[in-house]
């Protein structure tokens, strides 16, 4: 039987994928999993509670019991908890306690868009459609640090920089699924491209697989 029509949406911060896939999942009436609130909820909450960002035992306990109500948290959004999120991101055990929600995504049967930094690689290696989103650290940095001043976050480009360079650094270098492109994945390179370009540039990759899948 041909798996459900799954999205699924990778890449580096800042790259458009959040965006790209909301507006995917919109287009095909179907929920979107944006898999890094669960890190950033994990990093958020584990430090609220005084603890170590290395201490495997306690970050796992928090994944475990991780509840959808609490994922609405604006502080999740913040630069901080991206930081965070990408912390305990590294943990193989604190992967593993968040992934049954993950796949539930993956294995819904009217579909789904996954975002994230493994969707295509190791949550949903079988979905149809697959795109890596990616952009210049440079176009990155300006992008975050205009949704952040946006927000009311008082931060400078360069810390921004540094925060995706070094963030790019850990989730690409991490042994546990570490960011990377599927094989099968298309990759869309956004440097040049306006959110709304980009966005239809995925469009017309996902109508492609779309069709293909329908075929099948
Ligand atoms: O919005 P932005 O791209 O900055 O980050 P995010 O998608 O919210 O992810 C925050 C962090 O969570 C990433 O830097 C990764 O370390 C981690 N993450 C992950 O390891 N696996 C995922 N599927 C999603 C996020």
Redesign the pocket.
């Known amino acids: 039987m041909k798996p459900p029509f799954v999205i699924t949406v990778d890449g ?3 790259s458009g ?2 965006t790209i896939a909301s507006r995917l999942a919109a287009d095909h009436g179907v929920q979107m999993l ?4 669960l ?2 909820a994990v990093g958020g909450l584990l430090a609220a509670g005084g603890k170590d960002l290395d201490d495997v035992e306690a970050a796992t306990a928090v994944a475990e019991a991780l509840t959808v109500e609490q994922l609405s948290d604006p502080a999740f959004r913040t630069r901080a908890a ?1 930081e965070l ?2 912390r305990v ?1 590294v943990h193989v055990p604190v992967r593993n306690a968040l992934f049954r929600l993950q796949k539930a995504f993956c294995l819904r049967p009217e579909g789904a868009v996954l ?5 295509g690689t190791v949550i949903c290696p079988e979905a149809p459609a697959k795109l890596f989103v990616t952009a210049r650290p440079e176009v990155r940095a300006e992008r ?1 640090w205009k949704q952040l001043t946006g927000q009311g976050e008082p931060v400078t480009l360069e810390d921004i920089l540094e925060d995706i360079r070094k ?1 790019d650094e ?2 690409g270098g991490r042994a546990a ?1 570490p960011m990377r492109q599927a094989d099968d994945a298309v990759l869309l390179d956004t440097s040049e491209m306006t959110i709304d370009h980009a966005a239809d540039a995925a469009r017309r990759i996902v109508e492609a697989a779309r069709a293909r899948w329908e075929r099948s």
């Open positions: 580096p911060a800042a994928k959040g944006d898999s890094g609130l890190y950033r991206g999120a990408s991101a975002d994230g930094r493994d969707m975050r963030r850990r989730d699924s």
